[in-house]
């Protein structure tokens, strides 16, 4: 564009103009570097954010280099998988079970696999593939009764979004456009097919007022009324010396720091990790947890002892990040073994 570096985007009409010679592609950007909305004289040929929009010659349109290979995910497949350079991802109506272990290796990983971004969907894209592309304990709501008016939303999200991502890797920003433009003329929140969202806004759309889904967690809160929410934001105080933490160090310090305990065991715990942006980023990287202890954050459990393994009752909040019991993690004693560890901890913390 002005003999600068290319722009990536989508073309949304190929045609001629009034007063135009040659071909002409009206392309949708993925940035703010457009001139139009669409319009062109007046007359719409397609319709974009603004700013998002330009016509250019077609000759001057190359293929996206990172969409030239689709490495087959499963040999058994060729009559479903897409062509070469194509980008788009097919419509799957028969239930296909989540990838496993080695299969899940081969189906998700590598070029053109995953969930396609455009226009500001990252936060959509995340959260589904997380949700629906290894794990089926949400499955439920696919095939969950719902309004006639919801019908179409529902079969967008299995038939176009969770069994072609399961089954060939792959989804087009189209499937998930489609997903995004139902929401938005559903009147659930405006500006689903332009703006950045939140995570945690869409899942709230999608399970309570699309679904109509319980709740997944009950959280106390000292001196609060219990609440109830579908996911856990994590929210922690900086600390110089976690530099590489593990998801479960992560969701120990938000309880801690945020005073929160679970009031019953949840049947699907959804966590959503620090925030960050382009120029600001807690942790440069955290390290998944394959298994999530959550025995010390229920309220009411019955645990052991941190020191000789008996039943808990006490729990020293000082005790949290103190090197002098151990590197990370929540401290629980008994009576007997709290009245003993009592006046260490106190000169350690002190």
Sequence with gaps: MNNGPPVTGVIQWIGHLPGVDGQQAG??????????????????????????????????????????????????????KPTAGSRESCVVAELIAPPREEEAVRVLQGRMRGIQGHCNSCYMDAALFS???????????????????????????????????RRDGYVDCKKVMNLRQELTQGG????????????????????????????????????????ECYCHQIFIDPDDELLVPTVQQLVERSFHSNHLKLAEVPSCFIIQMPRFGKSYKMFEK?????????????????????????????????????????????????????????????????
Excluded at 30 to 50: E, S
Excluded at 132 to 139: G, R
Aim: net charge negative.
């Design 27 to 80: 392309v949708e950007l993925d940035v703010d570097q457009g001139l139009t909305d669409g319009c062109w004289k007046g007359r719409y040929y397609f319709h974009c954010p603004p700013k998002r929009g330009i016509y250019v010659h077609l000759a001057s349109c190359q293929p996206d280099a990172r969409f030239q290979s689709l490495s087959p995910s499963r040999d058994n497949w060729q009559e479903h």
């Design 131 to 165: 949700l629906f592309s290894c794990s089926m304990v949400l499955d439920s709501m696919l095939y969950k009764t719902t309004a006639h008016h919801n019908a179409q939303l529902q079969q967008i999200l299995r038939e176009e979004i969770v069994n072609p991502l």
């Design 188 to 227: 659930y929140c405006a500006g689903f097919t332009s703006e950045e969202k939140d995570p945690e806004e869409f899942l709230n759309v999608i399970m309570q007022q699309v679904l109509g889904l319980e709740p997944l967690l009950k959280l106390k809160s000292e001196g609060h009324k219990d609440q």
């Design 286 to 350: 955290i390290i998944p947890s394959l298994e999530l202890d959550i025995t010390d954050l229920l309220s009411d459990s019955p645990r052991g002892c941190y020191v000789c393994g008996g039943l808990a009752t006490q729990e020293c909040e000082d005790c949290f990040k103190d090197q002098l019991f151990s590197k990370t993690g929540l401290k629980q004693f008994c009576d007997t073994c709290w009245k003993q560890v009592g006046r260490a901890a106190t000169i350690s913390h002190r």
